[in-house]
């Protein structure tokens, strides 16, 4: 077994197709498909089930995929440390981040990382803080902004907290409540939610809000993942959500969404940084995190002095 073999494997789950596994490798269909019954032949077990649907991994391949994902992305860190060591800026950074991470801190680190180092390939991608942290664990991804999961796997992955953001419960413009000068938790209990999947760590704070009142769960007509289908979502609907009190779909002058006039802030969200365990430095890595410590400490001197 060797390195390419296992691209090759890791690949063609990924996309359920040795025709896009080539494609994205920059290798022929048939390589690649000599190459994992190549290695289906040195394990002695089928990798892969291929039928009219496509292809999927079997038992063994999903756990030789596991192990793959995670020696694929050694591989990236041991060529970006010799890159660093050669004094080069340059290899690749895979960033994961909350779909509703407060507003500019992300981006403007991102920005200064790029000015210095331009020569870097930098990925961004958004997610929740489950899939970020199962990203981190296979390697998809190098560093990801986002809420502490209850599950943190603290032998495996570091966390560096960067930021205290408020959430408000949110609605349409025109939604009813919006009407009243006061709200409590029991006035929402008629209406249902877009939110994303349990066990998101906000998912379960306001569940845990509404169970400590003694009040029915937050009931949800929708889930996702993506803040942007949030947003069209309860445009013009009755539906209520949440969001970051920083954030543009309520703050904007064109905003179509607004907090509910609730007595104080629902709950703090607690952002924070997350990478795996590094054995040896790698410069890149590093020196986003320091771009991502120094925005989001201006950001929450921000929050400070509004002025």
Same mark, same amino acid.
């Given at each position: 077994m060797d390195i390419r073999q296992l691209r090759y494997l890791v690949f063609t789950a990924r996309y359920s197709s040795f025709r896009i596994a080539a494609d994205k490798l920059n290798a022929t269909q048939p390589a690649v498909s000599k190459g994992i019954r190549v290695l289906e032949q040195s394990v002695g077990v089928r990798l892969l089930d291929r039928g009219p649907w496509g292809v999927k991994p079997t038992e063994y391949g999903e756990r030789l995929i596991q192990y793959g994902e995670v020696l694929l992305a050694l591989t990236e860190e041991a060529r970006t440390e010799i890159d660093a060591m050669l004094g080069a800026k340059r290899g690749r950074l895979?960033?994961?981040?909350?779909?509703?991470?407060? &507003?500019? *801190? *992300?981006?403007?680190?991102? &920005?200064?990382?790029?000015?210095?180092?331009?020569?870097? /390939?930098?990925?961004?991608?958004?997610?929740?803080? +489950?899939?970020? #942290?199962? #990203?981190?664990?296979?390697?998809?991804?190098?560093?990801?902004?986002?809420? &502490? +999961? $209850?599950?943190?796997?603290? /032998?495996?992955?570091?966390?560096?907290?960067?930021?205290?953001?408020?959430? #408000?419960?949110?609605?349409?413009?025109? $939604?009813?409540?919006? #009407?009243?000068?006061?709200l409590s938790l029991g006035d929402l209990t008629r209406y249902q939610w877009i939110l994303p999947a349990r066990p998101d760590p906000d998912r379960l704070t306001l569940d845990s809000l509404f169970s400590k009142a003694q009040l029915p769960l937050p009931k949800a007509v929708c889930e996702t993942t993506s803040s942007r289908f949030q947003v069209s979502m309860l445009a013009g609907s009755p539906w209520l959500s949440y969001l970051t009190t920083s954030s543009a779909y309520t703050s904007d002058d064109n905003a179509q969404l607004a907090p509910l006039p609730l007595p104080t802030p629902a709950w703090t969200r607690s952002v924070g940084v997350a990478y795996r365990k590094q054995r040896v430095s790698r410069p890149i890595v590093d020196g986003f995190l320091r771009e991502l410590e120094i925005a989001a400490a201006e950001f929450s001197a921000s929050l400070d002095d509004p002025s």
């Open positions: 895979r960033v994961g981040s909350l779909a509703t991470t407060v &507003r500019g *801190v *992300v981006p403007t680190a991102a &920005r200064r990382f790029l000015k210095k180092s331009p020569e870097v /390939d930098l990925t961004f991608y958004e997610e929740l803080s +489950p899939a970020l #942290q199962a #990203q981190l664990l296979k390697g998809s991804i190098d560093v990801a902004v986002m809420s &502490r +999961p $209850h599950d943190f796997p603290d /032998d495996e992955l570091e966390y560096r907290a960067l930021l205290n953001s408020p959430m #408000q419960i949110v609605a349409d413009i025109t $939604h009813p409540l919006l #009407q009243r000068e006061r």
